[in-house]
């Protein structure tokens, strides 16, 4: 999906589909952009069944079939999320989103953010419950520290 700002990624997508990779829980949704049905409702799965098709200028991806086990916002099996990804400027997406379950809500509801790319690395979302676990965290790399440290050190020197 170059066309908006997605490289290809061999490893996670092919030929008429392609991969969205969130940053929370990493797990790749694959989006099949060639024309087929989604799957028997039968089938479900965390994530849900995706498909995308092109309305203009802006991808629209329509995911169903959501498992049990979704549960978002006290959602049901008829859970239906719209996206839609316009390119605003080389490094804008807008990204829109539109949540539907009749059986959850009594209308669908709607919204919309920006999506900016960066050139710096992306970190690996972690809990850390009530950051409990960033003191021994930050104390463990600022060991690593003081070994490069010292290891860095001429012989004979003091190390302070």
Not at 33 to 49: F, I, K, N, V
Not at 88 to 107: C, G, K, L, M, S
Request: glycine share 6%.
């Amino acid at each position: 999906m170059n066309d908006i700002g997605y490289a290809q990624r061999p490893e996670v997508s092919q030929p008429g589909e392609f991969a969205v990779i969130p940053e929370m829980m990493p797990a790749a949704r694959v989006v099949a952009l060639d024309g087929r049905p989604h799957m028997s409702a039968a089938l479900r799965s965390l994530h849900g069944d995706s498909r995308g098709r092109w309305e203009g200028d802006t991808m629209v991806v329509e995911t169903t079939n959501f498992g049990e086990r979704t549960a978002f916002r006290g959602s049901s099996e008829h859970l239906k999320v719209t996206e839609r990804f316009t390119l605003v400027d080389a490094n804008t997406i807008r990204y829109q989103f539109t949540v539907e379950d009749p059986h959850t809500w009594d209308r669908s509801w709607s919204g919309e953010y920006p999506i900016t790319r960066i050139s710096e690395p992306i970190y690996e979302y972690a809990c850390h419950e009530g950051n409990y676990g960033m003191p021994n965290i930050l104390k463990a790399q600022r060991a690593v520290e003081e070994q490069q440290r010292k290891a860095a050190a001429p012989p004979n020197s003091s190390t302070r």
